[in-house]
């Protein structure tokens, strides 16, 4: 997964921001899955594309000092870095291509957010997940299902939701031109049945609204400007005139849904 085939560079000033909105909306989520998993005392657990430090802390307080945590990414921010210690470990790591961290396992959880839609070799980034899940350890995965619920804005009764909506799908056509499955979050469960796991079961979180929404539009918008002028899928002036109607709070802003899947390591 290279600058190239990754749309969004966490090396980017508004990254910080993006990832800690999709902290905000998704972390509740994410430790709801966790905690019902078990994950607890002694726990050794592999956060797979990290981005920020919140998902790895949360794990760490769970697997106490007894426990590991490590945290990877492809490129590791200075927040994420900074979560080093105790429990945690953050290294610099490929899921798709590196071989995977052995050292460190088995491990009884491994858990990947919005990382796997993006990589080009999804399947052999899932096998290397599963290989280092000890017997009974558990793999959660959660991504985004852009097509199963494509509006920016779902009660559009004006120009502007209108123009959220159409600046959405000018970013849903950025990210399939790199290669982003539009609809890989259905899936999941399919594809952990056939990857060999077992009690394989999955739901779906759908944000209609958040306070942290208008952030991680503004993130988004501002880190994809240029590109989406430079592809004709949107104006200058539109962009600005969009920017500033999420300011102003007029907009109920939606995200996909997030679907996560989790099955066991037979």
């Given at each position: 997964?290279?600058?190239?085939g990754?749309?969004?560079?966490n090396?980017a000033?508004?990254?910080g ?9 998704f972390?509740?989520i994410?430790?709801r899955?966790v905690?019902?998993?078990?994950m607890?005392?002694g726990?050794?657990c592999?956060?797979?594309g990290?981005?920020?430090p ?8 769970r697997v ?10 492809l490129?590791v ?6 979560a080093?210690?105790?429990?945690i470990e ?7 291509r590196?071989p995977p ?10 858990h ?5 839609v993006?990589?080009?070799?999804r ?9 280092v899940?000890?017997p009974?350890g558990?793999?959660l ?5 852009p097509a199963l619920q494509?509006?920016?804005v ?5 120009d ?7 600046l ?5 056509t950025?990210?399939a031109e790199r290669g ?13 049945r056939?990857?060999?796991?077992a009690?394989?079961?999955a ?8 306070p942290?929404?208008a952030t991680?539009e503004?993130?988004?918008v501002?880190m994809?400007r240029?590109?989406?002028v430079?592809?004709?899928l ?5 962009l600005?005139?969009?920017l ?21 390591r037979?």
């Open positions: 997964m290279d600058d190239k990754y749309l969004f560079d090396r000033v508004e990254a921001a993006r990832i800690a909105a999709l902290s905000a909306i972390d509740p994410t430790f899955h905690d019902a998993l078990g607890g005392r726990a050794r592999w956060e797979v990290a981005g920020g919140s998902v790895p802390r949360g794990l760490a307080e106490g000092a007894e426990g590991r945590v490590l945290a990877t990414d490129e921010s200075p927040a994420l870095a900074g080093a210690g105790g429990a953050v290294r610099r790591h490929d899921v798709a590196d961290p052995r050292d460190l396992g088995p491990f009884d959880l491994v990947a957010r919005l990382v796997l993006h990589l080009p070799d399947e052999r980034a899932l096998r290397a997940m599963i290989d899940l000890r009974s558990w793999l995965v959660e991504d985004a299902d494509p509006a920016s779902i009660d559009a009764v004006d502007e939701a209108v123009l959220a909506n159409r959405r799908n000018g970013f849903r950025l990210l982003v499955d539009l609809a890989y979050g259905r899936k999941l469960p399919r594809l952990l056939a990857a060999g796991l009690d394989v079961a739901d779906a979180y759908f944000p209609i609204t958040h942290a929404c991680l503004t993130a988004t501002t994809l240029d590109q989406l430079a592809r004709g949107a104006t200058t002036e539109e600005e005139r969009h500033a109607n999420v300011a102003a709070g007029r907009l109920d802003l939606a995200q996909p849904p997030l679907i996560s899947a989790w099955g066991r037979p």
